[in-house]
Nanobody
């Protein structure tokens, strides 16, 4: 079992930055691929970024490329999402998720473990 807790969300003006954290507890954190997803009101949950077990492979959704950076610190059992140049359309609840294997993936159905989410609101 893996428990995930997100933090770092909040209200920010367009063009600003936020850094989300995802703290994990449980076994074998450093063997699992991780991901960030988001869900805006009235919309389906969508993929944002993913990172493999070692942190050497990352994938991003097109709409965040060049603005967001995913990273992990296996010594601290923590994953991060640095979000720069935020836009109002980035407003959503952001979720971190963990797979049972180490390969990065963009499909949310491959992630059995989820956090409770953290709200990010970007004002125009």
């Amino acid at each position: 079992q893996v428990q995930l807790v997100e933090s770092g969300g909040g209200l920010v003006q367009a063009g600003g930055s936020l850094r989300l954290s995802c703290a994990a507890s449980g076994r074998n954190f450093n063997s699992k691929a991780l991901g960030w997803f988001r869900q805006a009101p009235g919309k389906e949950r969508e993929f944002v970024a993913t990172i493999n077990w070692s942190g050497t492979i990352t994938y991003y959704a097109e709409f965040v490329k060049g603005r967001f950076t995913i990273s992990r610190d296996n010594a601290k059992n923590t994953m991060y999402l640095q979000m720069n140049s935020l836009k109002p359309e980035d407003t959503a609840v952001y979720y971190c998720a963990a797979k049972t294997t180490g390969l990065a993936a963009i499909e949310c159905t491959l992630y059995p473990y989820w956090g409770q989410g953290t709200q990010v609101t970007v004002s125009s």
